[in-house]
């Protein structure tokens, strides 16, 4: 079922709000972000998400740069608050 909710996210379905910071995101940047966020490795968003690592890799970048944050840790916190998405 959680896959199936990243999915139509990535659609850029949205059941819930985004936080502003949030919103600058695209949809396959949001379920990267939130992967990574919760522990998961570049593999394992690779492997959870169906993409390349690289692919992790170059969505990270862009996410860092978007939120204006630099590191893993960081990114865990902006997702701290935030509702997973049911």
Same mark, same amino acid.
């Given at each position: 079922?959680?896959?199936?909710?990243?999915?139509?996210?990535?659609?850029?379905?949205?059941?819930?709000?985004?936080?502003?910071?949030?919103?600058?995101?695209?949809?396959?940047? +949001? $379920?990267?972000?939130? =992967?990574?966020? &919760?522990?998961? #490795?570049? !593999? +394992? $968003?690779?492997?959870? =998400?169906?993409? &390349?690592?690289? #692919?992790? !890799?170059?969505?990270?970048?862009?996410?860092?740069?978007?939120?204006?944050?630099?590191?893993?840790?960081?990114?865990?916190?902006?997702?701290?608050?935030?509702?997973?998405?049911?």
């Amino acid at each position: 079922m959680e896959r199936c909710e990243r999915e139509l996210q990535a659609g850029g379905l949205h059941g819930t709000r985004l936080a502003p910071g949030m919103a600058k995101l695209t949809p396959q940047e +949001q $379920a990267v972000a939130r =992967l990574v966020a &919760s522990g998961a #490795t570049n !593999q +394992q $968003a690779a492997l959870e =998400l169906f993409i &390349s690592v690289k #692919t992790v !890799q170059y969505h990270l970048t862009h996410v860092y740069s978007k939120l204006g944050i630099r590191s893993r840790s960081e990114l865990a916190v902006s997702f701290r608050d935030l509702p997973s998405p049911d």
